[in-house]
């Protein structure tokens, strides 16, 4: 069962254990842990076990995808919408259409951007940069961040309303200090991979 995590400890064994009792439902789902502890694995094997996995698998990193540009990538844009438009472009929401979107690193999206994704997930709506018409969205949302969002939350730095539509059901992920008996698994694993 989800062979791409790795681990027989009891964290591991606990973790498969809740992506299957939620990988059926359509609830979205915050995935929170420490850089490097496999959150995008976790999301695409919930994709893998959900009622969508023949459809889209969407990831997006809102860290890597400056400002002026995630409302285009994530909704589409039409041609001369702004300057460097030439054509039409689909958006990421619209490719993920009755599929799952992966929103990674969530924590670092700007509040002016929190709050169209608020609308996108309270309303299942959004529109496209340059009209003014309102599409609908049929998707499962995850969400990833490495951040504490409570902090951000009380710093004025993350929306609050925004936290709870997205932390419906919440996965920590163990850093391995607490799996320590998996190293030798892991360490077996990437010799094999990289040998």
Same mark, same amino acid.
């Given at each position: =069962?989800?062979?791409?995590? #790795?681990?027989?400890?009891?964290? @591991?064994?606990?973790?498969?254990?809740?992506?299957?009792?939620?990988?059926?439902?359509?609830? $979205?789902?915050?995935? $929170?842990?420490?850089?490097?502890?496999?959150?995008?694995?976790?999301?695409?094997?919930?994709?893998?076990?959900? #009622?969508?996995?023949?459809?889209?698998?969407?990831?997006?990193?809102?860290?890597?995808?400056?400002?002026?540009?995630?409302?285009?990538?994530?909704?589409?844009?039409?041609?001369?919408?702004?300057?460097?438009?030439?054509?039409?472009?689909?958006? =990421?929401?619209?490719? /993920?259409?009755?599929? $799952?979107?992966?929103?990674?690193?969530?924590?670092?999206?700007?509040?002016? @951007?929190?709050?169209?994704?608020?609308? =996108?997930?309270?309303?299942?709506?959004?529109?496209?940069?340059? $009209?003014?018409?309102?599409?609908?969205?049929?998707?499962?949302?995850? /969400?990833?961040?490495?951040?504490?969002?409570?902090?951000?939350?009380?710093?004025?730095?993350?929306?609050?309303? =925004?936290?709870?539509?997205?932390?419906?059901?919440?996965?920590?992920?163990?850093?391995?200090?607490?799996?320590?008996?998996?190293?030798?698994?892991?360490?077996?694993?990437?010799?094999?991979?990289?040998?």
């Amino acid at each position: =069962l989800f062979p791409a995590l #790795l681990g027989a400890s009891e964290p @591991m064994q606990r973790l498969r254990r809740q992506i299957q009792h939620v990988a059926k439902t359509t609830a $979205t789902i915050l995935i $929170t842990g420490e850089s490097g502890t496999g959150k995008e694995l976790v999301a695409r094997a919930i994709h893998a076990a959900s #009622l969508r996995k023949n459809k889209p698998f969407v990831p997006i990193d809102c860290s890597t995808i400056p400002e002026t540009l995630i409302e285009s990538e994530l909704f589409g844009h039409v041609r001369g919408a702004f300057t460097g438009a030439l054509k039409d472009k689909k958006g =990421l929401v619209e490719e /993920a259409n009755q599929g $799952t979107l992966f929103l990674d690193e969530i924590g670092d999206l700007s509040l002016t @951007m929190q709050v169209k994704l608020l609308r =996108l997930l309270q309303e299942g709506e959004y529109k496209v940069v340059g $009209t003014g018409a309102i599409r609908k969205a049929d998707v499962r949302y995850l /969400a990833a961040t490495n951040q504490h969002l409570p902090s951000k939350i009380r710093n004025g730095d993350f929306r609050e309303d =925004l936290f709870y539509r997205l932390n419906v059901i919440q996965i920590h992920l163990p850093p391995l200090v607490e799996r320590k008996q998996d190293i030798p698994l892991l360490a077996h694993h990437f010799l094999q991979k990289y040998s």
